[in-house]
């Protein structure tokens, strides 16, 4: 195959989620009143990023059925990132959560169970 010929110039592979961050640097959890919501995940980032510097790119994750996988896909496809490999899982959600409970614990859900009500 001619490098000219190819259809991506990057493909990553792996997580897609909505990242979750306090408009309210600084305060308690108990009193965060609003969040910015940012499309997150490591090869979701490299695709966007590589995509944003002239690149073709696709990534190969999934996303659940719900609006939250709506929310993803719309920001990638904005971008211009190739979506068409990117399957819908019923019942399932991207939203992953690490709760920090003090400056040294903190837990980690990688991707809850259920999707989010449309």
Sequence with gaps: MNVTDRSYDVITMGRSSID???NDIGAPFVEITSFAA???GCPTNISV???RLGLRS????????DQVGNFILHFLKQEGVETRFIPRK???????ALISN?????SW??????????
């Design 58 to 65: 696709a990534l190969l994750t999934a996303v659940g059925d």
């Design 109 to 118: 859900q990688p991707r809850l169970p259920r999707a989010v009500p449309s």
């Design 102 to 106: 003090s400056p040294s614990t903190m």
């Design 49 to 51: 990023g590589t995509r």
């Design 20 to 22: 979750l961050y306090s």
């Design 90 to 96: 019923p019942g399932t959600t991207a939203i992953t």
């Design 38 to 40: 940012y499309v997150g």
